[in-house]
Structures are given as C-alpha cells and as structure tokens.
C-alpha cells in the first residue's frame, strides 16, 4: 500500500501527477487544491503548500532547500469519468494495490488516455442537442432537421480546426459563423424554417455553461485568480461564437438579402 510507505519527494511527484490529471479533465481548481492537500496529509505531509490555477500548478514548502515543483497546463477538456476514478482512489487509498512505480505509471497512462467519446460521436451528439433545444424554443418539424444539421456541421468544423491547433478564440468564432452560414442556407432551402430557432439551438451546445459553473464555484471557495480567469475564458468564449455570427448575419445583411 502506498500509505505510510513514501518520503516527501515521492509524495509530491504523485499529488502533481494526480494534479495534472484533474486539472486537465475539467476539474475545477478548489477541488484539484482540496485533493492534492488531503493526499500528502494523508501521507503524513500536511505542511505542503499548494497553488493552482487553470494552467498551472505548484507544490512546495516554504523551506528555502526544500523540494518544490510547478507543472504547466496547457490543454483542458471535460472528462467527469476521470475526476470520479481520482476521487476514488483518494478516498480508498488505504486499499490501493500499487506502488510508487505502479502509481506513477498509472498517472501517466491517465494523461494519455484518448478522450472517451470519439469526435464522429460529439458531432453527432452535437446535432441532437441541437435539435432538442430548438424544439424546446417552439421551432417546427423544419427547424428540427435544420438545427441537427447546423449543430453537427458546425461542431466538426471545430473538431477539423482543432487539428491545426488555433487560438480558442478564432476556433469558436469559425464555429459561429458556420452556424450563421448553415442557418441562411437552411431558410433559403425551405422558407418554414425559422432562423432565430436554428441558430440558437445550434449554439446551446458551444455555450461554456461548465468554465462560467466552475468559475463560479472557484469564487464561492475564496480563489479569486482561478475564479476570475474561468468566468473571463467562458466570456471570451461567449464573446467569440457571437463575433462569428454577427460578422456573418452583418455581411449577408449588407449584400442586400432579406434575413427574416
């Protein structure tokens, strides 16, 4: 078992691993911080000192030839799955199998790990979503179908664009204007269609509703840097889907076409 059987170095190079593993499945930063502390505790390290942010973390002491590290995040997604398995194995350490080796191993094969659903699937899902929330807003049989296909096109143009890693910004902004550009189509196509139905149901699923929750929770547990960049990266999100679809609808508007 690993409790009881680790000196401070080992200790710390797994609470980082374990670190670096919630922070980049979504978790949010009080629970990576609240994590790390009780896993060295428990290790009988309750003196470590932990900060994290959404793209870094550091652990130390405040002993000047002590052991410190700090690990930079650079991706991040939401994969809830993982944050449950590292909640489980902190709260059932004392019946973990493996050793420092085996642990750290186990770490490093999580941060490797392919997401959980492929990206035909999240397309797919996306278009659902898609159509259900234009539906739930009072749109026909036609803003249904136009709504999955506007939601399915638009989330794989971003899955196309994320291969050539740009700036989230320019990722979401591209992904709303393709939702805009769809939308018009979709209207010219079949003139029951209603197009503030399509494109809002196509953008509930790009919506960060998790960054701006987590942002929130983070101020609502005192750690005002992390809470302030997440509810700043949700606006930034926000803020980037709408550039996309006003420059579109603005651009099609000025050409002379009835949008309505």
Not at 68 to 87: A, D, F, G, P
Not at 98 to 123: A, Q, S, W
Not at 201 to 220: C, I, Q
């Amino acid at each position: 078992m690993i409790l009881g059987q680790l000196n401070r170095k080992q200790t710390l190079d797994i609470a980082m691993a374990l670190g670096k593993v919630l922070l980049k499945s979504g978790a949010e930063t009080s629970r990576v911080e609240d994590t790390i502390e009780r896993f060295c505790a428990k290790n009988h390290y309750p003196d470590v000192n932990v900060f994290v942010t959404p793209t870094v973390i550091v652990l130390g002491d405040e002993q000047p030839d002590g052991y410190s590290c700090v690990c930079r995040i650079r991706s991040r997604s939401t994969n809830l799955r993982t944050v449950s398995e590292i909640n489980d194995f902190l709260y059932n350490l004392d019946k973990w199998p493996l050793d420092y080796e085996g642990t750290m191993d186990y770490f490093n094969n999580k941060l490797k790990e392919t997401p959980p659903y492929n990206d035909k699937l999240i397309c797919l899902a996306s278009g659902l979503a898609s159509a259900g929330f234009s539906a739930m807003l009072g749109g026909n049989s036609h803003d249904f179908i136009a709504a999955f296909v506007t939601g399915l096109i638009a989330m794989l143009v971003l899955k196309l664009l994320s291969g050539y890693r740009p700036s989230a910004f320019w990722e979401n902004a591209l992904a709303g204007a393709t939702i805009a550009i769809v939308a018009i189509m979709c209207c010219a196509v079949s003139v029951q269609c209603t197009m503030d139905k399509i494109i809002v149901g196509a953008v509930m699923p790009f919506v960060p509703g998790v960054a701006f929750t987590n942002g929130l929770r983070d101020y609502m547990a005192g750690d005002l840097v992390s809470g302030n960049s997440r509810v700043a990266e949700a606006i930034l999100f926000a803020s980037s889907i709408a550039v996309g679809l006003a420059f579109v609808l603005q651009a099609w508007h000025k050409w002379g076409w009835d949008l309505w």
